[in-house]
């Protein structure tokens, strides 16, 4: 079992809807990161989290630090927001980041 | 630079051959990973660095592969013989201090043929 989970795998949705990936891990961690990664390769940043709850723009992120669990949000989704989205953990103790399998997001016009 | 630059964004390889891959990480930031993502999946950690010392390596699949930083900026991972199974993004990621997040480059693309 892998130490970061996603669900989904991948998410096809209209315009304007809103979007809830989430995140599992089994892990004690120090971090929770949710990353955006283009067609291409480029990771851009777009949370990092210990505890509570973050937005910007469109863009929420919750943690449940006791449940181990995660939600990025996305409101009233656009095409542009089409990308594949992942959630690291950084491990206590740690430095580097582990990876969940992402999230490949479509958003139809 | 204003961001982490990794060059070549694009590399074709014959089996066997050997590649150096390199990044650029922001003037300033202490640590350095590299990270391997292999089609439709997560990146996976390959080696982190805290200036110029090479602090886990624990990550590297192979012998094959190896990664310096020999001044604590610039930093190459070489990887000898490709194999089919190496093609892969290599990304870099740089961090002035981890609680304080990461910049990551937009990757080397590396296919074996």
């Known amino acids: 079992k892998n130490e970061v989970e996603q669900s989904p795998q991948n998410l096809t949705a209209q315009e304007g809807e809103f979007i809830t990936i989430n995140c599992s891990y089994s892990?004690?961690?120090?971090?929770l990161h949710w990353l955006q990664q283009h067609p291409g390769g480029g990771i851009v940043s777009l949370f990092m989290l210990s505890s509570g709850k973050k937005k910007h723009g469109r863009l929420i992120a919750t943690i449940n630090i006791q449940e181990k669990h995660s939600s990025l949000h996305i409101t009233a989704s656009h095409p542009r927001d089409s990308a594949v989205y992942i959630c690291a953990v950084r491990i206590q103790g740690a430095q580097k980041l582990v990876f969940g399998q992402g999230t490949r997001l479509t958003i139809n016009p | 630079g204003a961001g982490v630059s990794q060059s070549p964004r694009y590399k074709v390889a014959k089996r066997g051959q050997d590649v150096a891959l390199r990044c650029d990480p922001i003037?300033?930031?202490?640590?350095l990973f590299w990270y391997q993502q292999a089609l439709g999946q997560g990146p996976e950690f390959l080696t982190y660095?805290?200036?110029?010392?090479?602090?886990?390596k624990s990550g590297l699949p192979s012998d094959r592969f190896f990664a310096e930083r020999p001044e604590g900026s610039v930093s190459t991972l070489k990887i000898q013989r490709t194999q089919q199974e190496d093609s892969a993004v290599y990304l870099c990621?740089?961090?002035?201090?981890?609680?304080?997040?990461?910049?990551f480059g937009s990757g080397t693309r590396l296919t074996v043929v």
């Open positions: 003037s300033g930031h202490v640590s």
């Open positions: 990621a740089s961090s002035p201090l981890v609680i304080r997040g990461y910049t």
């Open positions: 892990v004690g961690i120090s971090a």
């Open positions: 660095f805290q200036n110029e010392a090479q602090l886990d």
